[in-house]
């Protein structure tokens, strides 16, 4: 709804303080623009599945297996 008697008398644009005016698209004749591209909304997780080229789990069996390694050799000793 325009309310800003320069915008409906000239339209905003004709305005001398259009330029740096923070209401034109509250008072004003302008239309609120949507900064996000629409094709840009679907919120998409990627998630990296591997690491150094092996997965998560590779790394987690790895991991259990040196541990399971240093128990044994501290069980030898």
Same mark, same amino acid.
């Given at each position: 709804?325009?309310? @800003?008697?320069?915008?409906?008398? =000239?339209? @905003? $644009?004709? @305005? &001398?303080?259009?330029?740096? @005016? &923070?209401?034109?698209? =509250?008072?004003? /004749?302008?239309?609120?623009?949507?900064?996000?591209? &629409? %094709? *840009?909304? =679907?919120?998409?997780? *990627?998630? &990296?599945?591997?690491?150094?080229? %092996?997965?998560? /789990?590779?790394?987690?069996?790895?991991?259990?297996?040196?541990? $399971? *390694?240093? *128990?044994?050799?501290?069980? $030898?000793?």
């Amino acid at each position: 709804m325009t309310i @800003c008697p320069i915008a409906l008398a =000239v339209g @905003c $644009k004709k @305005c &001398p303080t259009f330029k740096f @005016c &923070p209401l034109t698209t =509250v008072l004003g /004749d302008q239309e609120e623009k949507d900064e996000i591209e &629409p %094709s *840009n909304k =679907v919120w998409k997780e *990627n998630f &990296p599945t591997e690491w150094g080229g %092996s997965t998560a /789990d590779e790394h987690l069996d790895k991991m259990d297996e040196l541990e $399971k *390694n240093k *128990n044994e050799e501290a069980e $030898k000793k």
